[in-house]
């Protein structure tokens, strides 16, 4: 049973840092392109930032140079640091793993930025 169990969602001021994780398993881990998406209210899933098994990544335009992705192939695990936070980060934020298309995803966890 495949498992992405997010964490370290919570409340932020503008300006603070957050680090989300995403603990996979049932899959094999280094196989796998990680992603992490995000929903506020009202609006469609959006790409945040993507890292493929050669540890390549890509972040969406409107948080470069602000999040970062990473991950941990030893603890199968795939990190989002979120620095410099603004109200519009408020959303919530899932993990997805894939090969060709996105096939996993976990429920997602709630990040709240005040201004």
């Known amino acids: 049973q495949v498992q992405l169990v997010e964490s370290g969602g919570g409340l932020a001021q503008a300006g603070g840092s957050l680090r989300l994780s995403c603990a996979a398993s049932?899959?094999?881990?280094?196989?796998?392109?990680m992603g992490w998406f995000r929903q506020a209210p009202g609006k469609e899933r959006e790409f945040v930032a993507a890292?493929?098994?050669?540890?390549?990544?890509n972040h969406a335009d409107s948080v470069k140079g602000r999040f970062t992705i990473s991950r941990d192939n030893a603890k199968n695990t795939v990190y989002l640091q979120m620095n410099s936070l603004k109200s519009e980060d408020t959303a919530v934020y899932s993990c997805?793993?894939?090969?060709?298309?996105?096939?996993?995803w976990g429920q997602g966890t709630q990040v709240t930025v005040s201004s």
């Open positions: 049932g899959i094999t881990f280094n196989s796998y392109a």
């Open positions: 890292i493929d098994v050669r540890s390549n990544t």
């Open positions: 997805a793993a894939g090969a060709s298309s996105w096939k996993y």
